[in-house]
C-alpha cells in the first residue's frame, strides 16, 4: 500500500496514526500540496477532489478522504466495532469531524500557521465563531463520556484528536473545556509519541494558497 501524504497534514496524520497502532506497513510519497502537486491530471484520478491523504491499494485502486481510510484501515479492528448501531456512532463522529472540526479549527489553525489571517479576514469572525461552538459541543458530551463512541477508543478519538487537540495553535481558548481537556489527555496517552505532529514551518512553500 502507498499513502499519498504532506508531512504537515493532520488528515494524514490520522491515517499514519492507525497503521501505527495496527502495524501496518505502506510506503509514501509526499506531495508538495502547495505547489500544486495534488492538483495534477494523475492526481485527480486518485482523488476527484485533489487533497490527501490517499491511500493506493497494492493492486492500484484508491480510497481518499481520511475518515474513509480510517474506516477501510481499521475493519476488523478493535478500532471499529462490528455491532451496526455501535458502527454507526463511530461514523456519527467521523462525519462530524469532517464536517464541524475541518471547516473551523483545522482551517483557522492552518491560516493562523501560515500567515493568512489577514487575507482571509473576511471569515475569520464566522469560523472563530463555529470553532467555539464545535469545543463547547465537544466539552459538553465529554462530561458524560470517556470515549467519543461507545465508551472505548476508536477511529472517532482518533479523527477528531487529529486537529481539536491542537485547537490552542488556532489561537483557540482551550480553558474553559476541562472534559474536552481531559479526554485530549486521555487520548495523547494512548496515541503516545510514536507519530510526531508535523508543522507547516518545515515547508517553504506553505505561505501559497491552496
Ligand atoms: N476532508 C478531507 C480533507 C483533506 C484535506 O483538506 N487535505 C489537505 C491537507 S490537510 C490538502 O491536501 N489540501 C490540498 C488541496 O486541497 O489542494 C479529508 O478528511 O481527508
Known amino acids: 500500500m502507498k499513502l499519498y ?8 496524520w490520522k491515517v499514519r496514526q492507525l497503521c501505527a ?5 505502506y510506503d509514501t510519497e509526499w506531495l508538495s500540496i502547495f505547489e500544486g502537486e495534488s492538483h495534477t491530471d494523475a492526481f485527480f484520478e486518485r482523488n476527484p477532489a485533489g487533497a ?7 493492486d492500484g485502486r484508491c480510497i481518499a478522504e481520511s475518515n474513509a481510510i480510517l474506516t ?3 475493519e476488523g479492528s478493535d478500532y471499529l466495532p462490528t455491532d451496526l448501531y455501535e458502527r ?8 462530524f469531524e469532517t464536517d464541524y472540526v475541518q471547516s473551523t479549527i483545522a482551517t483557522l489553525r492552518h491560516w493562523n500557521l501560515t500567515g493568512k489571517n489577514e487575507r482571509n479576514q473576511g471569515q475569520l469572525d464566522k469560523r472563530r465563531a463555529g470553532a ?6 465537544l466539552d459538553r458530551y465529554l462530561t458524560r463520556n470517556r470515549f467519543l463512541a461507545n465508551d472505548r477508543y476508536s477511529i472517532a478519538d482518533i479523527a477528531v484528536y487529529a486537529y481539536t487537540h491542537l485547537a490552542h495553535e488556532a489561537d483557540l481558548d482551550m ?11 486521555r487520548i495523547g496517552t494512548i496515541v503516545g509519541d510514536q507519530v510526531p505532529v508535523r508543522y507547516y514551518a518545515e515547508d ?3 505561505g501559497r494558497d491552496l
Open 5 to 12: 501524504d504532506y508531512p504537515g497534514s493532520q488528515n494524514a
Open 21 to 25: 497502532h495496527l502495524g501496518i506497513e
Open 52 to 58: 490527501v491523504p490517499v491511500l493506493e491499494l497494492d
Open 72 to 74: 477501510y484501515l481499521a
Open 88 to 95: 454507526a456512532k463511530v461514523s456519527q463522529w467521523l462525519f
Open 132 to 137: 467555539c461552538g464545535v469545543l463547547g459541543y
Open 175 to 185: 480553558q474553559p473545556h476541562d472534559a474536552l481537556n481531559r479526554w485530549i489527555d
Open 204 to 206: 517553504p512553500y506553505s
